[in-house]
């Protein structure tokens, strides 16, 4: 199977959310169109949990959105349901409806439980992206296997079926995997810009996809570039 996991923020326009951690909706249509003229599939990160990579000649795109943020919970679903596609929204459950603190001064509005229950019964998938947002290779196991589980627990108390876990910052440690697969979870996420190879599922890379990566900019990024990589 030929997979390729895109990872987003947020997703508005520039005059209201910037263009830090931003892709505005027009863009992320280009992208999912670009995706359907070259006949992939999409897929969602659960989906790596029940091994589809028997699927030896399909192609298939993941398009993943950190963090919830109110305006990629809002435009991100209807841009991808026009082309028959959903995506994952990993929310950090203690700040669902409140901001995302640890951006600081560029603090955003994230989604609300009302709002994540929606698109999950669109098809979308929402997933664990810690309880508090921390670096999780800064703390211990014990502390990181809490992450894990404090998030499922709440997400699983307002009626999310959560399946796949997130990496804040991209930032992990071996203790990472080791506490989020004994969290009962068997898929994870981390950042790795190349398409997706034979790494183990709870550690699959992603492409971060930023504010002015049209089409081409993204072939360079998903095909090119991890190639140049490889040769050096
Ligand atoms: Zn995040």
């Known amino acids: 199977m030929k997979a390729v996991?895109?990872?987003?923020?947020?997703?508005?326009?520039?005059?209201?959310?910037?263009?830090?951690?931003?892709?505005?909706?027009?863009?992320?249509?280009?992208?999912?169109?670009?995706?359907v003229r070259r006949n992939f599939n999409y897929f969602l990160p659960k989906d790596f949990a029940h091994s589809i990579t028997s699927e030896r000649n399909s192609k298939r795109v993941c398009f993943t959105f950190d963090d919830?943020?109110?305006?990629?919970?809002?435009?991100?679903?209807?841009?991808?349901?026009?082309?028959?596609f959903r995506g994952c929204f990993y929310a950090v459950p203690s700040l669902v409806g409140m901001s995302s603190l640890w951006d600081g001064e560029r603090a955003r509005p994230l989604a609300t439980w009302a709002e994540l229950l929606r698109i999950q019964s669109a098809g979308h998938e929402v997933g664990n992206h810690t309880f508090t947002h921390p670096k999780m290779s800064q703390l211990d196991y014990d502390e990181q296997l809490r992450e894990w589980q404090l998030a499922n627990e709440m997400l699983r108390d307002n009626g999310i079926e959560v399946q796949s876990g997130c990496f804040p910052y991209g930032d992990w440690c071996h203790d990472t995997l080791k506490s989020l697969r004994n969290s009962g979870i068997p898929v994870g996420l981390q950042l790795g810009k190349r398409p997706v190879g034979d790494e183990p599922t709870v550690c699959l890379p992603r492409?971060?996809?930023?504010?002015?990566?049209r089409v081409p900019k993204l072939i360079y990024k998903i095909w090119v570039r991890p190639k140049l990589r490889r040769k050096q």
Do not use: T
């Open 68 to 84: 919830a943020y109110v305006s990629a919970v809002q435009n991100a679903p209807p841009v991808l349901e026009s082309v028959g």
């Open 5 to 35: 996991i895109l990872c987003y923020h947020k997703v508005g326009i520039e005059s209201e959310e910037g263009r830090w951690l931003n892709c505005s909706p027009e863009n992320l249509m280009s992208h999912a169109n670009f995706f």
């Open 207 to 213: 492409v971060i996809v930023s504010f002015s990566d």
